[in-house]
């Protein structure tokens, strides 16, 4: 069925001409365009893995030629997805791949798409939103419903509290829970987790009602998804045996970011019968979850095929970057005569707002004084979203550095309300977010507050996306409209989603547009004002950009520029977070740097907050192409980091001398 033809040097020369003049010449990367049996691929970063994966399909689009049977190419993120869908489309052959019977998406999607919502139609179970996040915030406002579990949270002097809260917004769905077809379950088993009050007591008891509720109206975690295509499975293999037949060939793509019960369920998939090869890089392992072992993760096989050369940076930052490499150690292979700027900026309390001019600084000593809005100029944290005060350490999140940065999400932005929807639509504007994606935000927002407030279609159903528009209808014709511009002028072009002043003036607003006179109970804690993350002054907006001069710094996490190649990066200092005890805590640079810089060798594997520092690290500094910049406290950088920085080529920066 899978059939690759001969690589010959000229069939090589023609694929390399098909897509953009890509050399394929390296043996590692033909071990990889010729396989097809199950194989896995340790991608060091830049190497160009993406065009080599759409490089075997155009191969095999020479000669693939069932209708009914196809390829399956499954990634972590919709960037991924989307870059490759990107490459396909311009190519005249394999962009065949892009429609049935093949299968190009990400591994949530494939899992929802084929198993888990087939199965969860079959049991009458309805969907309005999935969504970490969205169900936390849920069920963190419903859980004082039940008696026993506000019982629980009184006891221990609010430690109980805390611990309560951080179960109910993690409830999961246990792959062993039972229900009956078409019957709305009273009680739904779920995960246990370490000191989650068992089933046999009132509160574990309360847990599982609560969790039934939940899902009753429609809400569910990704791993709920998860534990129904586990069950799916269990109780129909003939399910695994029919996506084995429609998929022969399964390209994972981004292997490291798959894990837990997810990685699980697609190795379990396509353990045999198919061609499952698995595309990733070890060092790359970002997504972390402080309830899985090791052996929970992705691992390339011991007959990896390696692809050490890099097509991203020359091999000054590549030998940086290689020190990095602590999860899987790899030697990166730079381009060679490929020149680049590195400096370290040193700072303390007084001088940290002059980290970013000082970047600015570097970039055009670079490229010179106008260094063109072409350019991709990036500032990243490990911490980028607003924390809590007086615990940890100094400086704690990319928002030290800028107070005006804001992303508009993170696990504070209480997902439960209206502000903090419009905040996300606001940021997605100022991040060039597609219209379209911007304004089904709003509408999404809309719609809960609608069904917040008991507002019906007319069939006597609460309000949906599909019934919105019909409802707004009916009330004024052209009330959408009104209902738009108000957003635009007071969100996407105004502060209201930052500033409670502002957001007043919005919510009476909109309050008079939807004649919402009595507000109930829901809908008025929908549309409270959302403190944490909050700008300052009237009128003041959130932004994701630092602008200096002319030139446009893009600030964001090291999660945001995963996958992606930029001209130049700032990596600056913060603190990793893994809990409240002194080693659950590590500042990133200050952790990693005497190690990248070959003054020590630490062993980062022993200490999970140190391990996650590495990697955040190694993630940003193999981003950039031309300019690589870390900005790290003075007090933190011995005289001895400092003199191997500029040995090894750096230039160094001391705010504090200026």
Known sequence: MIQIPPLTEQLLAELGEELGGCDFTSEDQQRFLSATESCDVQAAPGNGKTTLLVAKLALLSRSWTSRKRGVCVISHTNAAREEIEKKLATHSLASAFLAYPHFIGTVTGFIDRFVALPYLRGLGWGVQRIDDDVFGAIGGSRWRSKPALVTYSEINKGINKRRLEEFVRKLELSEEFVCEAEIPPQRLKVSARAGQPSPQRPTGQALEELKAEITNDGFYRFGDMTALAQQAITRFPEIIQRVRARFPLVLLDEAQDTNGAQLALVNQLFAEGVAYQRLGDQNQTLYEDDDLTPDDYWRAAEDAIPLNKTRRFGTDIASFASRLTVRAPQIIEGVEDA????????????????????????????????????????????????????????????????????????????????????????????????????????????????????????????????????????????????????????????????????????????????????????????????????????????????????????????????????????????????????????????????????????????????????????????????????????????????????????????????
């Open 339 to 658: 020149p680049s700027r590195r400096s370290l900026i040193l700072f303390d309390r007084n001088s940290i707002a002059g980290v970013l001019p000082a970047y600015a600084g570097e970039v055009r000593a670079y490229w010179g004084q106008d260094p063109g809005a072409h350019l991709d100029i990036r500032a990243v944290a490990s911490r980028h979203n607003p924390a809590a005060a007086g615990r940890g350490d100094w400086p704690k999140t990319l928002i030290d550095y800028c107070p005006q940065y804001r992303s508009g999400r993170g696990r504070q932005s209480r997902p439960d309300t209206l502000c903090s929807v419009l905040r996300q639509a606001a940021i997605l504007h100022a991040s060039h977010g597609s219209p379209a994606e911007i304004a089904d935000l709003m509408m999404s927002g809309l719609v809960i507050l609608l069904r917040h407030h008991g507002v019906k279609d007319e069939r006597g159903e609460l309000a949906t996306k599909r019934s919105i528009s019909s409802i707004l209808q009916r009330r004024d014709p052209k009330l959408q409209l009104k209902i738009r511009r108000l957003m635009r002028d007071r969100v996407v072009l105004g502060a209201s989603a930052w500033n409670e002043d502002d957001w007043s003036q919005l919510r009476d607003e909109l309050k008079s547009l939807l004649g919402m006179d009595a507000l109930s109970d829901a809908a008025r804690q929908y549309l409270e004002f959302v403190g944490h993350g909050a700008t300052a002054a009237q009128g003041e907006r959130a932004s994701t950009v630092f602008i200096h001069e002319g030139m446009e710094i893009k600030l964001g996490s090291i999660h945001s520029v995963k996958g992606r190649t930029v001209d130049s990066i700032l990596v600056v200092e913060t603190e990793v977070w893994r809990g409240t005890s002194r080693d659950q805590q590590a500042m990133d640079l200050a952790t990693v740097l005497p190690h990248a810089f070959g003054l020590e060798n630490k062993d980062f594997s022993a200490n999970a907050a140190q391990l996650a520092a590495a990697t955040n690290v190694f993630v940003a500094v193999t981003r950039p192409r031309k300019v690589l910049c870390c900005a790290m406290r003075k007090i933190a950088a011995s005289d001895e980091l400092v003199a191997a920085a500029r040995a090894q080529g750096w230039n160094i920066i001391d705010l504090t001398l200026l």
